[in-house]
């Protein structure tokens, strides 16, 4: 929920949309059913990529595999994308007149500032992925990024996608509260209360249910459905909240 104030253990944590101004979306590469090369496209834009803090999302084709794109992101968790994409030309290596198996094209860009008080998975470019995973996920064939289908179904979904979703960041927590004079008693009955609700300064949400656990560059998020509230609503919260605030319904999730 944009804008809410939920309680994580004792550490209260607030969430607020990132306004337009200050999440300055770019096209730092247009729509192109040709694409650019993407050692051209390093040439062009390497002092970017790797002196500005920012996250991207892009879409590149293997020039050995026609008809399949690959739709990723970089720069999520440090603001760095520019090692992501040197790793596809490292891969593929330069285009070719001779082999035409070589060298990729990269067929569009998007870049967002690098805000660091947005969580990884709360950030513009991770829901843009998974929203787009799964509107295109019968056309995947080798993992869930990379589908055999046709550019302007993949611009399509991803106009449908952009305008349906909000970055939103984590405002300033307040520290832990001093547990040290709990008893192991009151301790023990706290985690029993938490592990079903998650308390704000107003009013309760109630997990409803846990739908999932991910793991996005070693880290792990739960995936939450909140009583009261449509899937659209569903957040993924950090394992090791989920762990503190929900340590039974968690355990009972994973014995599953």
């Known amino acids: 929920m944009i804008g809410r104030s939920v309680t994580f253990g004792s550490t209260p944590v607030g969430y607020q949309e990132v306004s337009s101004s ?7 590469q247009e729509w192109s059913e040709q694409g650019v090369d993407i050692e051209l496209f390093l040439d062009r834009h390497e002092k970017k990529l790797r002196e500005e803090p920012i996250r991207l999302f892009y879409v590149i084709s293997p020039n050995g595999q026609p008809g399949i794109y690959k739709i990723g992101i970089a720069g999520d968790s440090t603001g760095e994308p520019v090692s992501r994409i040197k790793e596809y030309f490292l891969f593929y290596g330069k285009q070719s007149r001779t082999n035409k198996c070589t060298g990729a094209k990269v067929h569009f860009v998007h870049t967002t500032a ?15 992925e998974k929203k787009m995973k799964d509107a295109l996920a019968k056309y995947a064939v080798r993992g869930a990024e990379w589908m055999k ?3 302007s179904r993949i611009r399509t979904e991803y106009e449908k996608a952009i305008g349906s979703i909000k970055e939103v960041e984590t405002l300033k927590r307040r520290s832990l509260r001093d ?8 301790i023990v009955q706290k985690q029993k209360e938490r592990s079903q609700r998650i308390r704000t300064t107003t009013q309760y949400f109630t997990i ?3 739908l999932s656990i991910v793991e996005e560059d070693g880290d792990k998020y739960v995936e939450v459905k909140w009583e009261g509230y449509p899937d659209s609503m569903n957040t993924f919260e950090p394992y090791a909240k989920i762990a503190i605030d929900a340590p039974y319904m968690l355990k009972e999730f994973e014995k599953k």
């Open 208 to 210: 409803e249910k846990i």
């Open 179 to 186: 547990r040290a004079t709990l008893d192991k008693r009151d």
């Open 22 to 28: 200050r999440l300055k979306r770019k096209q730092l």
């Open 114 to 128: 690098y805000i660091k008080d947005t969580e990884k998975t709360k950030s513009e470019v991770w829901k843009l």
């Open 149 to 151: 289908t046709s550019l």
